[in-house]
């Protein structure tokens, strides 16, 4: 199992790695471009780097099965022993971007304060959800949220892999069904707003339990999938 | 030595032919280590599990031995026993067809004979 | 690790693609996998490989079934003739993360072989050319020292002298590692020489089993004039005739071909490659018995 898992853990961080540095570079970039025109024009700017660290975060939990999964298969991985360490190497991906945003953010902050920007403001997705956070709390949310989001988007991305891009269609749809249809839109919504009307203890808590439980019902689509890929 | 096989007979017993015909020509001399199992599977890019099999019959008719450890070698005297042998093989090697195609070509044996006198061996 | 196969079908929706396929496989032989296009080699070898199950029917290696079984997929690596390593890795990231993956990986024999076809580790795996795909593909194999090795004809784009070579490697590896090796090739001639056994498939099934000797031992070529051959073949098996002018050329299958009447009669007699055994006993005529 040790081999295993460094084997298919190394091949993740690999992937990951790539992915990150590209985006952080082009993040950091993007923030930096923005400070310093800010600093020059009188014009009001708003920044959530938290925003685009989700839509990134789908977007690589929803191609790394499809990138890594057969390959780690053909070298001998078990399916198991892959769902696992992909569950594991996500939840530290979510802590480590959170982190990363975290330490990028507080800086961006401190940068701002001492040249007194005062039209450049810098948000994190937490600014909108809680009273005054402290950066351990947007430190968690943005872990949870990023973990869920992964969670949710490789479950996609297996379903894609299994039954090929009619699949993934037939489920966003349904997907879609659900949020529309008021029968089903009610409780759906009645489900998110009760999330986040309990403890941020319980709502993250039952996010990541969600999260684990998407993770889980992964083995469904991949235990028997080839590793030659059909789609 | 022989640079590759043909396939109309089987490899091992090329094998046994090429280390023979070594032996006769003097390339492997009488108490002389002769190349390895692997070495020849390599020369020829054969299954060593063949090769085995052509030395191995060669042990049997003690032409090789085998010195544990260190490798094949060739008996003293196996030489000799192989030309014993290969005069014997003439025989039904060479003057049974022959004979048999001169007879083919309306040959006969004085004819023959007379042509035996003509070729000369340079 | 012995393979054992056990009336093993395989199908793919109603497409069956191998039918009945019992079979045992010793351990440390090197096995020719031979069948034309679409005979099921690909599938039979990543099932005895355990990266796909089996629909119905038994695959045992070492007495336990392949199939997410960490402890046999450790010790069987099947290289594929391409598409094996993910395009957006290294070289180097790809030995390494084989290597975790393989115990009995090794290190020295992976930079012997990265020497030896002359890669470039810093490379990525999109950047290779073909042959260069491949012999990183032979390098994975060769240098895993898994009791089984699997090759489903690694030599695309490697050229005749690298082939030549990767043979030569195979052997070197075999001497120094025993170990089993399966090899699926088109290129039959030039490797024949070098299987213990050989396996030949046609349409899903396995037709024959024998060693590489017998194999050719049981087959023979044998031309003459039309009507006396016409006239010998009959209650003989043949499994290949050809007609030229008065001449005709039959192959015959399964009998003994140092018969007297043979070795004597005015006949042509000659023996036949494995490739061209491949192809006449795969060719639409019923099979062999």
């Known amino acids: ?38 600093s020059q024009v009188n014009e009001h700017l708003l920044l959530v780097t938290s925003m685009p660290q989700y839509i990134f975060s789908g977007i690589v939990s929803f191609i790394i099965i499809r990138k890594s999964f057969s390959f780690c298969l053909k070298l001998g991985a078990t399916r198991k022993a892959y769902l696992l360490t992909m569950t594991c190497v996500f939840a530290l991906f979510a802590i480590v971007m959170s982190l990363i945003n975290v330490v990028i953010m507080s800086i961006s902050i401190k940068v701002i304060n001492s040249f007194n920007l005062m039209n450049v403001q810098l948000y994190y997705a937490g600014d909108f959800i809680f009273h005054d956070p402290t950066v351990a709390v947007h430190f968690l949310t943005d872990a949870v949220f990023i973990f869920f989001i992964t969670a949710a988007s490789c479950l996609l991305g297996s379903i894609v892999y299994k039954f090929g891009q009619t699949g993934g269609m037939i489920t966003g ?17 009645h489900f998110i707003k009760s999330l986040s009307n ?6 993250f808590g039952t996010m990541v339990i969600v999260s684990f439980l998407f993770f889980l019902i992964n083995w469904l689509f991949l235990k028997k999938a080839s590793p030659v890929h059909q789609a | 030595m022989k640079q590759s096989l043909d396939h109309q007979r089987p490899i091992f017993q090329q094998i046994k032919e090429t280390i023979e015909e070594n032996i006769l020509n003097d390339a492997f001399p009488e108490e002389e280590r002769v190349p390895s199992t692997n070495e020849f599977a390599k020369m020829y890019r054969i299954n060593p599990a063949t090769a085995a099999k052509g030395i191995n019959q060669l042990v049997d008719h003690g032409i090789l031995y085998k010195k544990r450890g260190i490798g094949m070698f060739v008996c003293a005297g196996a030489k000799e026993v192989l030309l014993t042998q290969r005069k014997e093989e003439f025989y039904n090697r060479f003057i049974v067809p022959l004979k048999k195609e001169a007879q083919h070509l309306g040959i006969t044996v004085n004819e023959l004979k007379e042509l035996l006198d003509k070729g000369e061996i340079k | 690790m012995n393979i054992e196969a056990q009336l093993l079908n395989k199908c793919y929706g109603s497409k069956q693609v191998l039918k009945d396929i019992s079979l045992t496989l010793a351990q440390n032989k090197i096995y020719g996998l031979l069948g034309r296009n679409g005979a099921g080699k690909t599938t039979l070898m990543q099932i005895v490989a355990g990266h796909i199950p089996v629909t119905t029917g038994e695959v045992k290696v070492g007495n336990q079934s392949p199939f997410e079984n960490r402890s046999v997929l450790q010790n069987i690596c099947l290289i594929n003739e391409s598409g094996n390593f993910k395009k957006t890795l290294k070289v180097k990231d790809v030995l390494k993360i084989a290597s975790l993956f393989y115990p009995y990986w090794s290190e020295e024999a992976a930079e012997r072989l990265m020497e030896e076809f002359d890669l470039d580790c810093n490379m990525k795996v999109k950047a290779l050319s073909k042959g260069m795909e491949s012999a990183l593909g032979i390098i994975v194999g060769l240098s895993s020292r898994t009791s089984i090795t699997i090759f489903d004809e690694p030599y695309i784009g490697l050229d005749a002298a690298m082939r030549a070579r990767f043979y030569e490697l195979l052997l070197d590896e075999y001497e120094e590692y025993p170990r089993t090796f399966i090899i699926s090739t088109h290129l039959i001639d030039e490797v024949s020489n070098l299987f213990e056994e050989v396996l030949i498939m046609q349409k899903g099934k396995l037709i024959l089993q024998d060693t590489a000797e017998n194999l050719q031992q049981r087959c023979v070529s044998v031309k003459g004039p039309k009507s006396q051959i016409e006239e010998y073949e009959k209650g003989k098996q043949v499994i290949h005739e050809q007609v030229f002018g008065g001449e005709k050329k039959i192959v015959l299958f399964n009998e003994d071909i140092y018969a007297e009447e043979l070795v004597d009669s005015s006949f042509h007699v000659e023996a036949v490659h494995v490739q061209d055994i491949m192809i006449y006993l795969t060719a639409n005529r019923g099979g062999v018995a």
């Open chain 1, 173 to 189: 749809a349904v997907l879609i069904l659900l949020f529309t249809i008021p029968v089903t839109k009610e409780p759906v919504i």
């Open chain 1, 198 to 203: 309990g403890s941020l203890l319980l709502t």
């Open chain 1, 1 to 38: 199992m040790k081999g295993q898992f460094a084997a298919i853990s190394y091949s993740l961080y690999v992937e990951l790695k790539y992915l990150m540095i590209r985006f952080w570079t082009i993040l950091l970039a993007f923030v930096v471009v923005d400070i310093l025109v800010f």
